[in-house]
Structure formats: C-alpha cells, structure tokens
C-alpha cells in the first residue's frame, strides 16, 4: 500500500506542495511564490494561471525531490486560501477574469448598501458570517456585474465558480471534478451552515445563478483522480479544507473548547464548538470546522487581515530590513514599551471590529525612534490583535482557553511567542510540525484514503516542541494592551 500523503497548501502569496508519510513527518517539500496584482485602492489580486503552474511545478519538484511516482502516493489533500474566488469557462477552464483575492476590499460599498437594506441580519442566521467584502458571495457578484459577457454566459450554464480549492481541483482533474468541501463552502456568503446546502434566498439576493456553483462534500471524500499526464499516473484526492480549518486539524484540536491561532499573511484564531453554532455577539464567526461522514464540527473565528503581511510591508515596502528572520534579534534589543504603535489596516480592519474603511497608522513616534521600535511594533500588533480575538471569544460565552495551540511561518520568532504568552496572560504551545495547515489537509485525505483510523489516532500523533508562558506582569500587560485600543480607535471610520 502506497504510505505516503502529497498536500497541496496553496496561500495567498505562495504555493507549496509537501509529501507526509503516515506519521506526520515531512519527507519532502518545495514552495513557490507568485506575484501579488494590486489594480486599485483596496483591489488585490492573483493570476489563476500562475497559481495552477506554481502548484503543478512544486508537486513535481516534491516528488523529484525524494524520486517518488504517482504509485508511491495514497492520496493528495488541497487546503487553500479561502475566499479568493475564481471564474471560469467550464470547457475550456479558462478563467474569465482574475482571481479575486480574500483581502480585497472592491465591493465595500455594495456591502454597505446590504446592510443599509437590513440584510445582514438574513445573511448572518444563515452562514454565519457577515455581510463584508472578505467573503467570496460579493466577489462573485462583483464579477458576473464587470466582466464583459460574464452574466450571460453564466445564466446559460456556460461557466463555473469556485474557491481556489475547486478550481485547482477541476484542473488536477483535466475538468472532471467541480467540487468543494463544507469548509470553503461556509465562507462563501451563500451556503447555509444549518442545511448543509446553497441557499436559494440568498443567491437570488445576490443574483447569482445556482448552476455556476459545485458540489459540497464532507472535507474526507472521494474527490477524484488526477489526470494521469499531470503527476506521472492517477492519485486519488480525498480530501480538501480551508486553510484555517486545516489548521485546526493539523493541531488535532477535535475537541469543543480547543483552540489554535495561525500567523501566516493574517492571522485566524479558531475555537472548535463541536456540534454547536455559537452564535457571536462581537463580530466574530460561527463556520464549518470539518465535516466527516455528513457530520458537522462546527467553531468561532476571528479574523486578522494582516499579520506577517506587515513584516512583509517593513521588508519590502518601506526596506526597513532585508529578511524577515531579522525581526527577532531586532527585537530583542528593544523595550516592549517603547511607545510605539502600529495599526496594520492596510485593507481594513478585520474581527472583532471589520471596518473595511480603516487605514493603517504608527503612533507615537518620537526622534529616538528607529528601526527597531518599527519592528517591534509590527510584531506586537499581531499580538494585541490576538487578544482582540481572545477577549471577544470570551465575551461571547465560550470556554476560556488555558492554552493556545500556535502555527504559521511568524512562530518561528520566539521573542513574539514569548511576548504572545505574556499580552495574553495564557501558555501558548508551539508543536513539533509547524506545517500545520498542510498537515491537517494531509489527515483529512488520509482518514478517505485508510491510513488514519480517527481523529483520535491522528490527536496521538501530535507533540509540542515548546511551551511559553507568561512572563510580564499583569499591570504592565494591561497598559499595554490599553496603548494598543487607543491606537486602533484612532484609525477607526466609524
């Protein structure tokens, strides 16, 4: 029996395919980035075909790397960047337009005009989100309204939509294949997260055409083969989850109460509620955790639009340094109350406050000010969003969490766990597989294809590296955090 799992975990600025064998362990792994296309104002987006040859590419080279065929590998996983939406010409495959990316901020005002009609309310019982320009229902929208045809040929059941997750899918599968599982499905804006289906009401109020949409399936399940000309043979995709969900997975938190935060370009804190949809109260939401043999875990989530994504800013936008793995000494040599405050809303601001007209700011500034306090503050906003999302979980009656089960590229930096532990006041565990997204798209497929037995075999297999907690006093974590809600209210629009 093939023992070896192929996961594809295509993010918002790279894609990378890792091979696990049947413990967990990275065998192998490559990783590519594209380029990011920012139009307008608030407008970002990716070219569909750089993501396709970027995931073809590094399937390719993992495999090469460890000289494994298509016969060594049981099964692939797909986690994806959610949101991004993609449409596209259903025999040709080729997109109409773009990818429109998560973070993008274009149909703000079309939101706005939602809400303004109290519908919110609808959209809110019924995903369990909120009517934001970050889910994927408006892009969709936004696309068949701007794109010269779009409309016409989509009610003529011409074309397709999907999340990344489907349109890779439908490549891999030479077009076979339009599908996705229930964990991308809830972030869409259009699938009922009670009935497990695509809400009728709600596309009509979107003016969206049913037929463009595909098929939901649990995030364990036979999704298809690939094309045997891709991979060197046929290998069988039987699982596919949103990036934070797999996440979840990845940090085996199976049960109600558990909770992990992953720090990539923004950052997702996600508490499993097992079979309940908590409804929040603070803005945060309630969405599939996973779905296995029609069953539904359901969590609360917040979302941080920015998080590595403002290091990348001090890297590449302003050249305050040239690597990102400098933010750690850089730190380390300066106070953490160096009064200095960094607001990332470069595209808004996400949970608990989700003000897309926010913009980014640094306070308190002064001719001491240098380098270091920039970097340090870019790690420290992370941070005190984290505890945005903390606090707000708490508020809405969720369990308190002892523990933070922590992922993402930005952990690697032991200064922000360590200061993470102490702005929370909570342990924070850091695992032995950081690749934790990957991981959990690899258990997924792995349950569909018998190499996993259950979640609670795969929750042995887990195993933290390392455990801070919290150093800091609790008064001057307190006047921190106070800095911290004062320099955010300060760029807030409304």
């Known amino acids: 029996m093939s023992k070896y799992i192929l996961s594809i975990d295509q993010g918002t600025t790279s894609s990378r395919a890792i091979i696990f064998d049947a413990s967990g362990a990275v065998i192998s792994s490559a990783q590519k980035e594209f380029k990011q296309y920012y139009p307008h104002n608030g407008w970002v987006e990716h070219d569909p075909e750089e993501i396709w040859q970027s995931t073809l590419e590094t399937c390719r080279q993992a495999m090469a790397e460890k000289q494994l065929t298509a016969a060594d ?88 939509f999907g999340t990344i997750d489907t349109f ?15 964990t991308n499905a809830s972030r869409t804006l259009m699938f009922n997260i009670h009935t497990q289906e695509w809400d009728n009401s709600l596309l009509d109020r979107l003016t969206i055409p049913g037929s463009l949409l595909p098929q939901v399936h649990d995030s364990s399940a036979d999704f298809g083969v690939t094309d045997p000309g891709l ?26 109460g558990m909770v992990k935060s992953t720090y990539g370009t923004g950052c997702f804190m996600m508490l499993n509620t097992g079979e309940q949809a908590l409804k929040s109260n603070n803005r945060l939401l309630t969405t599939v955790a996973y779905r296995l043999n029609g069953k539904v875990t359901y969590a609360i989530e917040g979302s941080i639009f920015v998080a590595g994504a403002a290091i990348q800013w001090l890297r590449d936008g302003i050249k305050l340094i040239q690597k990102a793995s400098e933010t750690e000494q850089l730190a380390e040599n300066t106070p953490v109350n160096h009064g200095v405050y960094m607001v990332p809303a470069f595209t808004g601001l996400g949970a608990p406050y989700w003000d897309p007209q926010a913009r980014g700011a640094i306070f308190g500034l002064t001719r001491d000010t240098g380098i270091a306090e920039f970097v340090s503050a870019g790690l420290q906003s992370v941070c005190y969003q984290t505890k945005d999302l903390k606090r707000a979980m708490e508020d809405d009656g969720a369990v308190r969490p002892s523990t933070l089960r922590v992922d993402g590229g930005m952990v690697a930096n032991n200064w922000l766990v360590q200061f993470l532990s102490d702005i929370l006041g909570a342990d924070v565990d850091r695992p032995v597989i950081q690749e934790t997204t990957a991981l959990g798209a690899a258990y997924l497929a ?11 075999q795969i929750s042995e297999l887990w195993q933290c ?9 609790k008064a001057e974590r307190d006047a921190l955090y106070q800095g911290w809600q004062d320099a955010v209210s300060r760029v807030r629009s409304k």
């Open 73 to 160: 590998i049981a099964a692939i996983g797909i986690t994806n960047q959610r949101e991004t939406t993609l449409v596209w010409d259903k025999k040709t495959g080729e997109p109409v337009y773009n990818a429109i990316v998560w973070q993008d901020r274009r149909t703000a005002d079309y939101c706005s005009s939602l809400i303004a009609q109290g519908l919110e309310q609808d959209f809110s019982d019924k995903t369990g989100l909120l009517v934001d320009p970050y889910f994927s229902g408006t892009k969709l929208k936004w696309i068949l309204d701007n794109v010269s045809g779009a409309r016409e040929r989509a009610e003529q059941g011409e074309l397709a």
């Open 231 to 256: 991979l060197g043979g046929e290998i069988a995709i039987t699982g596919i989850a949103g990036d934070q969900q797999a996440a979840l997975v990845g940090q085996a938190c199976f049960k109600a």
């Open 446 to 456: 792995g349950l569909q294809a018998g190499l996993f037995d259950s979640l609670a």
């Open 465 to 473: 590296q390392q455990q801070f907690t919290p150093q800091m006093p």
């Open 168 to 182: 890779l899918l439908w490549r891999l599968t030479g077009g076979k294949s339009h599908k996705t599982d229930a």
